[in-house]
């Protein structure tokens, strides 16, 4: 049973948006932190954010900051990352995780995002 399913990858011309949606349809979702993370062609995962269960709390990379914006609607099940003014450094397939204390951690199956120059 699939338990987070990332969606809104596409291709975009450096500077334009997209905004990633991670749904936990199964899940208890408001138990569960999210985070978004990335991983790029020959690089290592990173994290890029983070959000607390009830959306009260984020956390961003660095290299994401003022560009990204975490949210969650826990009505709906689902986290969303909106990406601005995107960089072809962005480039990289996107996962979220879900993580709740004493509970198996879930990742999604990810969603490529491709930015031109």
């Known amino acids: 049973q699939v338990q987070l399913v990332e969606s809104g990858g596409g291709l975009v011309h450096a500077g334009g948006s997209l905004r990633l949606s991670c749904a936990g349809p199964n899940l208890l979702f408001s138990d569960y932190g999210i985070t978004w993370h990335r991983r790029a062609p020959g690089k290592e995962r990173e994290l890029v954010a983070g959000?607390?269960?009830?959306?009260?709390?984020?956390n961003y990379a660095d290299s994401v900051k003022g560009r990204f914006t975490i949210s969650r609607d826990n009505t709906k099940k689902v986290v969303y990352l909106q990406m601005n003014a995107l960089k072809p450094e962005d480039t990289a397939v996107y996962y979220c995780?879900?993580?709740?204390?004493?509970?198996?951690?879930?990742w999604g199956e990810g969603t490529q995002v491709t930015v031109s120059a």
């Open positions: 959000v607390s269960r009830t959306g009260s709390s984020t």
């Open positions: 995780k879900a993580t709740a204390m004493g509970r198996p951690v879930y």
